[in-house]
DNA sequence: CGGAAGATTTAGTCGGCAATAAAATAGTTT
DNA sequence: AAACTATTTTATTGCCGACTAAATCTTCCG
């Protein structure tokens, strides 16, 4: 009885990544992530917790039990293939692929992930510049500080940019702030805002666009 | 209140193929089509009804209303270029992509599907000869016999393979039968099989098989 | 320490989509 | 016309996944 539908591969995914960063993955911070009540979310983890995929302490949170992981990891692993096979094979704008790739990570085959991930040369960056998941459920899962923690005067290269909100990636999109780009942190100012160069040009960056910018 | 769920779809493309043959769609013939009891049939046909989807005559069948039949053809669009993508741009099976393509066919943006038809060189048929409908609804609807009706001596070219059973097209795709062959029926056989021509060599074909096979 | 605030879980509903069993209807046959 | 068969419809049920409202647990503060 596998029976892992969409929605449960939705949840596993946010609790993989509510648990990078607190260890532990709370009901509300996953429903605040999916959208839902906390109580649909409660419920649904205690379905995920009786397929084993979850490890439950009541009121304590919860965490991914290996199976769990596995699947989280499949399901992300499909929606970067998906991103980066959008934007690179057919030219969907950065700002569309996540959620288009949304949609389609549940319903994708092994079959035709396989030959997506070679058709693009097994990468291993989504173009948002997060990291894709090996097969085997490897991860290279490296993270830099975001702009509003270097120090102005300093200069680096984009690692990555938040996927979270696509109206800030849009922008940022339009600014030509995307990963591989050189990027020189010139003076923070007032409003903390910041004012940075961008290969050859220099533009202001809002707080809330600064920190969704990762810088290595 | 649009709310179109891919169930929903399913049971539309079903009414609509059943229509171009009997006129009117029963909802034992719905149900066999789609694996589900009569019973869920009939309910699943009162929601469309109620949705204005289709025409329902209780005991006597139903038909597609105009919305419902847009709804059909768009599906079938989806479904159609998304066979014809996979296969062509990604190196599917032909045996395959019918059943990779049921699957995504329900999360299609118009966005992802607008590109797909580009790349594609907005085509007019499928892997199997089936016909695209276009966006605007129209469909390039055209029926040969198959193979079984033939007479021994005439001559053709494949014009479209039944999608029906991926079994027998596989047994079809591996003995070179594809839209666009040319085919010559040599003889009929004992034990109800045929004897053609296939650009260049002969082989046997039992009915099922031949029945797949329209010839224009 | 005790109680208020906030987080979490439980309880009770609802709609979508499937199933089965049983009742109703249509069509056919005698 | 009556009876039989096949089809269709009408309950009723079950699972998924969401909701609100109410109960319960933790925590934090005076």
Redesign the pocket.
């Known amino acids: 009885m596998a029976?892992i539908?969409?929605?449960?591969q939705?949840?596993l995914k946010a609790v993989y990544k509510l648990q990078r960063v607190h260890g532990v993955a709370?009901?509300?911070?996953v429903?605040a992530r999916?959208?839902?009540?906390?109580?649909?979310?409660?419920?649904?983890?205690?379905?995920l917790a009786h397929h084993r995929l979850v490890a439950?302490?009541?009121?304590?949170?919860?965490t991914l039990t290996p199976t769990g992981e596995r699947i989280a990891l499949e399901t992300i692993r499909h929606h970067r293939l998906l991103e980066l096979y959008l934007a690179q094979a057919l030219g969907v704008s950065l700002d569309h692929v996540d959620r288009e790739a949304e949609r389609l990570e549940h319903v994708l085959s092994d079959e035709v992930e396989a030959r997506i991930a070679a058709t693009l040369g097994e990468p291993t960056r989504d173009p948002h510049g997060d990291p894709i998941p090996a097969k085997d459920g490897t991860v290279r899962d490296v993270h830099y500080p975001d702009l509003t923690q270097v120090p102005p005067g300093e200069a680096g290269v984009v690692d990555r940019v938040s996927d979270r909100r696509p109206d800030l990636l849009r922008r940022l999109a339009a600014l030509g702030v995307l990963p591989g780009v050189a990027v020189c942190v010139l003076a923070r100012l007032s409003g903390r805002r910041f004012r940075v160069e961008l290969g050859g040009h220099e533009c202001v960056l809002t707080h809330d666009l600064a920190e969704g910018v990762y810088v290595r």
Do not use: Q
């Not at 709370?26 to 911070?29: A, H, I, L, P, Y």
């Open positions: 029976a539908t969409g929605v449960m939705d949840y709370s009901t509300s911070d429903a999916l959208g839902v009540s906390a109580a649909s979310a409660t419920n649904m983890i205690k379905r439950h302490t009541p009121y304590r949170g919860f």
